[in-house]
């Protein structure tokens, strides 16, 4: 009896442990989960509060024409000594289908802006506007100004957009800090996959290309991203209705 009511209060204070560190991790995860819904529904903001301000928003035609978008809320600076920058975002990329893909969660790190943003966080939108650089989206690795060319997009709802600016770049980037629009430099960004928040979103590993060519559905909850950017950018028709440019239709990739 003397052994056995030694050891009961290690027992008990072995399985409380236990039971700490298990509710620990569960809390953990839920915090990552909410973190990355948190995200998902900043992005939905975030383009919907740009598409809001008629004389600084992207042009219907940029938007219509567009392969992929992403976004990144409050991209920040990295305090180093040189003007980098970090931010996790999300991206969907038109489909086959004409429909929009579940959101891809991804990294940015790079960049610099000028002295008229400081040291703000910014809101970052890009819209990839042709299949090459799509197809730099879809490896899930690539740097801007090397893979992918990058230039600041031209603004104005319903301006036409009728310029070489899709003959330019394959990146078109509008940023602001506050509401306020300004430049922000992306040349030297690399873009990669966040593989632990895909995980966290998807219950398991997808490869980037995979949920931007549509082969994963958006999970419950997590769709509003995808709306909004339906709401704006429309779908294409049925793959193969017709062979046009993507603002009239999908094209082969």
Same mark, same amino acid.
């Given at each position: 009896?003397? %052994?056995?009511?030694?050891?009961?209060?290690? @027992?008990? =204070?072995? +399985?409380?442990?236990?039971?700490?560190? =298990?509710?620990?991790?569960?809390?953990?995860?839920?915090?990552?989960?909410?973190?990355?819904?948190?995200?998902?529904?900043?992005?939905?903001?975030? +383009?919907?509060?740009?598409?809001?301000?008629?004389?600084?928003?992207?042009?219907?035609?940029?938007?219509?024409?567009?392969? @992929?978008?992403?976004?990144?809320?409050?991209?920040?600076?990295?305090?180093?000594?040189? $003007?980098?920058?970090?931010?996790?975002?999300?991206?969907?990329?038109?489909?086959?289908?004409?429909?929009?893909?579940?959101?891809?969660?991804?990294?940015?790190?790079?960049?610099?802006?000028?002295?008229?943003?400081?040291?703000?966080?910014?809101?970052?939108?890009?819209?990839?506007? #042709?299949?090459?650089?799509?197809? %730099? =989206?879809?490896?899930?690795?690539?740097?801007?100004?090397?893979?992918?060319?990058?230039?600041?997009?031209?603004?104005?709802?319903?301006?036409?957009?009728?310029?070489?600016?899709?003959?330019?770049?394959?990146?078109?980037?509008?940023?602001?800090?506050?509401?306020?629009?300004?430049?922000?430099?992306?040349?030297?960004?690399?873009?990669?996959?966040?593989?632990?928040?895909?995980? +966290? =979103?998807?219950?398991?590993?997808?490869?980037?290309?995979?949920?931007?060519?549509?082969?994963?559905?958006?999970?419950? $909850? #997590?769709?509003?991203?995808?709306?909004?950017?339906?709401?704006?950018?429309?779908?294409?028709?049925? %793959?193969?209705?017709? #062979?046009?440019?993507?603002?009239?239709?999908?094209?082969?990739?």
């Amino acid at each position: 009896m003397k %052994h056995i009511s030694s050891t009961l209060p290690r @027992c008990l =204070l072995a +399985l409380g442990a236990s039971c700490f560190l =298990l509710g620990g991790m569960a809390w953990s995860a839920d915090k990552d989960q909410t973190d990355i819904q948190k995200r998902i529904d900043a992005s939905a903001k975030v +383009l919907d509060e740009v598409m809001a301000t008629p004389d600084k928003a992207i042009p219907d035609k940029v938007m219509k024409d567009a392969k @992929c978008v992403a976004v990144v809320p409050s991209m920040v600076k990295i305090a180093v000594g040189f $003007g980098g920058s970090h931010g996790k975002g999300v991206a969907t990329c038109r489909t086959d289908a004409g429909t929009w893909s579940a959101p891809a969660p991804f990294t940015i790190t790079g960049g610099s802006w000028g002295l008229q943003l400081g040291g703000q966080a910014v809101d970052l939108v890009m819209i990839i506007t #042709n299949d090459q650089g799509m197809q %730099h =989206l879809l490896a899930s690795k690539f740097k801007l100004g090397a893979d992918a060319s990058a230039a600041a997009g031209p603004v104005g709802r319903d301006a036409a957009a009728d310029t070489d600016w899709k003959m330019k770049a394959e990146v078109l980037t509008y940023s602001r800090a506050r509401g306020i629009f300004a430049g922000i430099d992306l040349n030297g960004s690399s873009i990669t996959q966040d593989k632990d928040e895909t995980r +966290l =979103l998807y219950g398991q590993f997808v490869p980037f290309g995979a949920i931007l060519n549509g082969k994963a559905q958006p999970t419950e $909850g #997590n769709d509003a991203f995808v709306a909004t950017v339906t709401k704006y950018a429309g779908e294409a028709p049925e %793959h193969g209705a017709m #062979n046009t440019p993507p603002g009239g239709g999908t094209s082969n990739r």
